[in-house]
């Protein structure tokens, strides 16, 4: 049974940074894909960073990039996403996925294991 838990949401003020974790249990990852989804209020769950966990090859939405960095420590099969410059609009529920096979996807019904999710808000 794989769990997921994330943490390390909470409320910023634009410009200022956090960093999200999410603790991957029941398997061993090598052969898997993680990713970091996010649902603002009103919105559907849309992709923002992934990352194959043998080779750490990793993908960004467009927006995000060159703020955000997805990560994992391998020895403690813990997923990350520090995020800097944050912005209003990355205020929403920051989930984790994971997904067998060893290929990047961002299509959100791929992923088969979600947390429950981290609230992160940032305040203008």
């Known amino acids: 049974q794989v769990q997921l838990v994330e943490s390390g949401g909470g409320l910023v003020q634009a410009g200022g940074s956090l960093r999200l974790s999410c603790a991957a249990s029941?398997?061993?990852?090598?052969?898997?894909?993680m990713g970091w989804f996010r649902q603002a209020p009103g919105k559907g769950r849309e992709f923002v960073a992934a990352?194959?966990?043998?080779?750490?090859?990793?993908y960004y939405k467009d927006s995000v990039k060159g703020r955000f960095t997805i990560s994992r420590d391998n020895a403690k099969n813990t997923l990350f996403l520090q995020m800097n410059s944050l912005k209003p609009e990355d205020t929403a529920v920051y989930y984790c996925?994971?997904?067998?096979?060893?290929?990047?996807?961002?299509?959100?019904?791929?992923?088969?294991?979600w947390g429950q999710g981290t609230q992160v808000t940032v305040s203008s």
């Open positions: 029941g398997r061993t990852f090598s052969s898997y894909s």
């Open positions: 996925a994971a997904t067998a096979g060893v290929v990047i996807t961002t299509t959100l019904g791929r992923y088969n294991y």
């Open positions: 990352l194959t966990w043998i080779g750490g090859s990793t």
